[in-house]
């Protein structure tokens, strides 16, 4: 058994996040379970069945994408302590495929399996108050930030940090979700009346020169190996196209890998960890946000290094040496949205049009991976693609020019 100091409810004075870690290794044939049935945990689910594992999924709702892929699907509440005992008994270790889980069941069933990353971690970046202060307890360069309880004085919390900024949520946002810009007097009136009953913490806004990201492993025994730093691409705050390899000076891709290494050691993260930051103007490095789990700025893994950042998590979480993280070729990772279908109203009822996936698969150098959901919504993520070039750039145009073909 592995022994990582934690403090009294998951962390110390020091911010180190600590826990007693059963290393006990889980060999194919084993069993892992998987809580969330999203894309992530669908493939997952394909890399641990290609190595020889079972894997069991639960998820609230049924028919999950993860499902589909998966040797058992479970559908209950996070909170169903029963379903998820009987669940944690089943498995040899158990994992997450997104963050947002609560982590009261989680404390509930550890002693029963292994769970990685611990609940503790979650519990950290879940929140946006306790992950800022996180980062600012343990050194980690970061935007200046304030935070307002629930019913509090937004506006005085936004003079604080200054203008612009950016009002969010404290808890469970993603994808640009529970947060708007602020830049003039109607912009405060407004974040005021959308947040009152919420706890939010107020980001100063980043001039950035560009957003990059980190993805990589750690192992109980504490082996990290990092994939190459990714450049990423919004739109509307949800990523659009990730590059790779960034297109940064070495000392900024040297100074990103050092601050994730630095994070999943203090954290005492055991499986797959994306880290967001911002690269400003003047070169400085700044944490975004972390993400306990394999990361959609790592999809480029699959086609484009030695060992996907699903294997890899499988890896970790089961005591296996960790795969080389290598990039093969330069790479786009393009997401595929709900808006890429298109309706048209018929005479009853409106119906919509399936992208032209025939213009991506006639590209010997794209691959096309679709994550099996029903119903295609504006910003839902449906699928994504990856293009292949001798660089950067190159992968970059020929990734535009096929999502406009799409």
């Known amino acids: 058994m592995e022994e990582i100091s934690r403090g009294a409810n998951g962390e110390s004075a020091e911010g180190k996040i600590t826990v007693s ?20 945990g669908r493939m997952l689910s394909q890399a641990a069945t290609r190595l020889g594992y079972r894997v069991h999924i639960f998820e609230p709702q049924a028919n999950c994408p993860a499902g589909a892929v998966s040797h058992k699907e479970v559908n209950a509440a996070y ?22 889980i609560p982590a009261a069941p989680l404390r509930a069933i550890e002693h029963l399996t292994q769970l990685y990353p611990h ?49 969010k949520t404290a808890d469970f946002g993603y994808d640009g979700k529970g947060q708007v810009k602020v830049q003039s007097e109607a912009d ?27 993805v990589m492993a750690r192992t109980a025994k504490g082996e990290i190996q990092v994939f190459p730093i990714v450049e990423n691409i919004h ?52 944490v975004n946000e972390l993400a306990p789990r394999t990361h959609n700025s790592g999809h480029y893994t699959i086609d484009a290094c030695v060992t996907s950042q699903f294997e890899q998590q499988v890896r970790a979480i089961c005591g296996l040496p960790l795969g080389d993280p290598r990039l093969i070729s ?45 119903e295609p919504r504006p910003g839902r993520k449906m699928g994504h693609f990856t293009v292949t070039a001798a660089d950067p750039d190159t992968a970059l145009s020929r990734a535009r020019k096929l999502k406009a073909q799409m």
Request: aromatic share 6%; net charge negative.
């Open 21 to 40: 870690v059963p290393a006990r290794t889980v060999l194919p044939g084993g069993t892992i379970g998987v809580l969330g049935g999203g894309q992530l």
């Open 79 to 100: 909170e169903d302590l029963a379903a998820l005992t009987d669940f944690a008994r089943e498995c040899d270790v158990i994992t997450y495929e997104f963050e947002n």
């Open 119 to 167: 609940w503790s971690v979650l519990e950290t970046t879940q929140n946006r108050s306790r992950e800022k202060n996180w980062l600012k307890l343990n050194g980690f360069a970061h935007a200046r930030f304030a935070e307002v309880a629930a019913g509090g004085n937004i506006a005085a919390g936004i003079q604080e940090v200054g203008v612009p900024c950016v009002v």
């Open 188 to 214: 405060i009136a407004k974040a005021q009346k959308a947040f009152a009953a919420q706890a939010c913490v107020i980001e100063q806004w980043i001039d950035f020169s560009c957003e990059v990201s980190v």
């Open 235 to 286: 739109t509307n705050h949800i990523l659009d196209f990730s590059i790779v390899p960034a297109r940064v000076a070495p000392e900024v891709a040297a100074a990103a890998e050092k601050i994730a290494r630095l994070i999943a050691e203090k954290i005492g993260l055991v499986g797959v960890m994306g880290v967001e930051l911002f690269v400003t103007k003047a070169g400085e490095v700044l």
């Open 330 to 374: 330069p790479v786009v990772m393009v997401n595929i949205l709900g808006d890429a279908w298109t309706a048209r109203s018929g005479a009853t009822q409106i119906a919509t049009t399936e992208p032209r996936w025939e213009v991506l698969l006639a590209d010997p150098a794209v691959r096309l991976h679709l994550y099996g959901k029903g």
